[in-house]
């Protein structure tokens, strides 16, 4: 728990001479593989640090990383785009939530205005250990030949693949 942390609020952070570890000139990529957890009470979602011990109740939940913590890191992030992939359960607890864009760029130019992605495995469904996102995911990064790859292209094929499986749907 305090790894994943103490990584996103390095995030937010300045370097050894006063300037920001992501600045706005800078694209960031989140990945989190791992487990997930949904709390069915309150419909929050979290991210289940390997070494997390068994959850049991609200006590439980405080060992887990909830999904707000990580998008609320994400709002404070200047970076240009921000593309979080994230393959865990319930990890469509992610486009439940408001993550502010900066203001800025050309409108005539999609890749100027600053955006946010996220990718995920699923919706609020367990999905399969053994990861046909991830695959998918995979695949369509070795597959591809471009110089650039929007994620909006990614995130369709990937979609697409994993769909193609009938086990999740991202």
Wanted: glycine share 8%; proline share 6%.
């Amino acid at each position: 728990l305090e790894v994943i942390d103490d990584d996103l609020r390095w995030l937010l952070r300045d370097d050894e001479n006063g300037d920001p570890n992501i600045s706005n000139d800078d694209n960031l990529l989140l990945y989190f593989s791992g487990h997930g957890h949904l709390d069915k009470e309150t419909g929050e979602g979290y991210w289940v640090p390997v070494d997390a011990p068994q959850t049991n109740g609200a006590r439980g939940l405080k060992e887990l990383f909830a999904v707000n913590q990580v998008i609320n890191i994400l709002n404070r992030v200047k970076a240009h785009h921000v593309v979080l992939i994230v393959d865990a359960c319930f990890s469509g607890t992610f486009t439940r939530m408001t993550i502010e864009v900066p203001p800025g760029g050309d409108p005539n130019n999609p890749e100027e205005k600053p955006s946010r992605w996220a990718l995920t495995a699923g919706r609020l469904e367990t999905v399969l250990d053994k990861s046909p996102f991830a695959e998918a995911l995979r695949n369509q990064l070795i597959a591809n030949t471009r110089s650039r790859l929007s994620i909006q292209t990614l995130g369709t094929s990937v979609k697409d693949l994993v769909a193609e499986t009938g086990k999740q749907t991202p």
